[in-house]
């Protein structure tokens, strides 16, 4: 009898680890989506700042209430701030270039993280590449030139900002591996969010500054400082804020309740939703290359997750 309790509580808690990583990723690829679709309502430096802040607000108060997370908090490790910054670049590069491009390829494009994840692992760990994992580079490199089709019609600097958004994600889950074992999750999370905010607040001051003095030509989502809200604005930009308080919870307690490998695998959902949002708010139905490269790509990502090591841990 105790045997079988046993069994039902595993196959349980398995079952919300991937409904909770599951649900993120769907919330994550949805703002996302919501960021690439609103990106004229506000600059990326007032997106950043204001959505970080009032999830910085979230989670401390999450966390007062769990009194939990006090050594992230107040003493940040050089590997906690390192980390964060790694995922600032990110978001940042990623960002800059969904509104130049196709969200679905953007998607496919970050979700090369996990073959940088293995490469970055044998550099830094000494994790070796297996055949599994040598498999699974080929197939997400075919995945790749497959979902971006690359021609001298497309070929533009923006192209690269996803990949070097994957590769600091990689290198952000790499050093979570190796330095960041012992942090809590939500005092990372709210690190990071300390660090967003900080870095949207200078990037802020510094465009408000130069841009009185220089005739801007870029992009108002990325040259713009300060613009005026409507409540509508407003009222987005703490939705994407209480989807990253979510998300960043949701991830934590599935690596917890769940295998690791169970959850990266269905975290590689983010491709699918991203193609769902894709065709629902922009009209954009990948063509069929595209769409056979991103699965491609989505079964390099699961080959990727289900050797030995654990290598997709806890970064957002």
């Known amino acids: 009898m105790g045997k079988f309790m046993e069994n039902i509580i595993s196959r349980n808690t398995t ?6 990583i599951t649900s993120a990723v769907c919330l994550l690829s949805l703002s996302d989506a919501l ?5 004229d309502r506000f600059s990326i430096a007032q997106l950043i700042f204001l959505r970080s802040a ?11 209430f769990k009194k939990r997370g006090t050594k992230s908090l107040v003493r940040p490790t050089r590997w906690v701030i390192v980390r964060s910054l790694l ?3 990110m978001w940042l590069l990623y960002y800059c270039g969904l509104p130049d491009m196709s969200f679905a390829v953007a ?5 090369t993280a996990p073959l940088f994840m293995a490469v970055f692992a044998r550099l830094i760990l ?4 297996d055949l599994p994992d040598q498999a699974a580079l080929g197939a997400g490199l075919i995945g790749v030139v497959m979902a971006v089709q690359p021609s001298p019609e497309n070929l533009s600097p923006s192209l690269l900002l996803p990949f070097g958004a994957a590769a600091c994600y990689a290198m952000a889950a790499v050093l979570t591996r190796a330095h960041c074992r012992n942090e809590t999750s939500l005092g990372m999370a709210i690190n990071l969010n300390l660090c967003l ?14 841009n009185p003095m220089t005739e801007v030509t870029t992009s108002s989502f990325l040259m713009d400082g300060w613009r005026m809200l409507s409540l509508m604005d407003f009222s987005i930009i703490c939705l994407l804020a209480a989807f990253m308080t979510y998300i960043a919870i949701a991830v934590a307690q599935a690596y917890k309740t769940s295998t690791s490998i169970t959850v ?9 939703f991203a193609v769902v949002w894709s065709i629902m708010f922009f009209d954009d139905l990948p063509n069929i290359m595209s769409l056979a490269g991103i699965t491609l790509l989505a079964g390099a990502a699961v080959m990727s997750a289900l050797p030995r090591r654990n290598m997709r841990l806890k970064t957002l």
């Open 15 to 20: 079952f919300l680890g991937v409904i909770l």
């Open 35 to 39: 960021v690439k679709l609103h990106n």
């Open 54 to 64: 009032l999830a910085c607000v979230f989670l401390l108060v999450i966390w007062r």
């Open 87 to 89: 995922l600032c670049t």
């Open 107 to 111: 998607a496919a494009a970050l979700y």
């Open 126 to 129: 000494g994790t070796p590449i």
């Open 197 to 210: 905010a900080v870095g949207g607040g200078i990037a802020l001051m510094g465009l408000e500054w130069v």
């Open 264 to 272: 990266g695998l269905f975290d590689n959902a983010y491709l699918v």
